[in-house]
């Protein structure tokens, strides 16, 4: 049994702020990553691009600046090849299904959910997603899949259109289900310049410093043709560390010039020029 699942929501019913539950879901993973792997910066979450597509263009994402978005598939094996290497090492952290496409593009989502659940059991599915394709069959749907809980962001200009529109199923499946209105607007919630490929200041956005980059080593994100990416800043797909087709999710994970990035981003440093230019830390370059 993945105690999160339980714990979550419960402290989520609470109403305990978003800072103190960023904390705590932060120190769970660490000790579990200690406990079960012997290293309290193992991966928490894997994000899978199902589809690459998105049906958005917002100006302060990186589709906006592409001439095209096609809107290609993962194979079934290949996920499934996934699920199976991350089953080996009894992975219980969070599985999603996006990097910068829109998973309900992708028909096959309930029944990805669905294999989720059934390969790893201890692992919990979460679905970030634009919520323009959801509707209240489709959110019951992938709940009866398995689904733990579905994060929206609202990327209306006017917003509250998505929790009126889905005020019932928000209702239905509380706490499950959380709006993000917020974007851009809250201190919380910052646009970040994806690897200085978005100018905030086009966008009109405040550029947000963290003291440290927790994505490389929090979240593993692997594209739809297998390949594991450096970080979901890294749009353009430069800085691959291994396909999953080719080569196991732990060795890959383990490979000394991905240790090393994460390790050396974990110090405030880096050897890569996309992480300098990324407003999300900002760490030195060292050569």
Known sequence: MNIKKILFPIIRRLGISLDIQKILYEYYYRCVG???????????CVAIEINSGCNRRCAYCPVSL???????????????????????????GTIMYHFYNEPTKDPRLEHFVKQTSLRLPNAIPRLFTNGDYLDDELIDRLFLAGMNDIHITDHNKTKGRVSRRL????T?????????????????RPIDNRGGLVNLATVGATPYLRKDCKVVWEVVNIDYQGNVLLCYSDYNREHV????SEESFIDIWKKENYSRVRRNLRKGKTELEI?????????ILIK
């Open 34 to 44: 200690f406990l079960q792997h012997g290293d309290p910066f193992f991966v928490r």
């Open 66 to 92: 592409s001439k095209d978005n096609p809107n290609n598939f993962m194979t079934e094996d290949l996920f499934t090849k996934i699920l199976d290497q991350l089953a080996e090492i009894n992975f219980a």
């Open 167 to 170: 005020k019932n199923a928000i």
């Open 172 to 188: 239905k499946h509380f706490p499950k289900i959380d709006v993000d209105e917020g974007l851009g607007r809250t201190p919380d």
């Open 241 to 244: 560390f291994g396909n999953v």
């Open 275 to 283: 992480c300098t230019n990324c407003n999300y830390a900002s760490p």
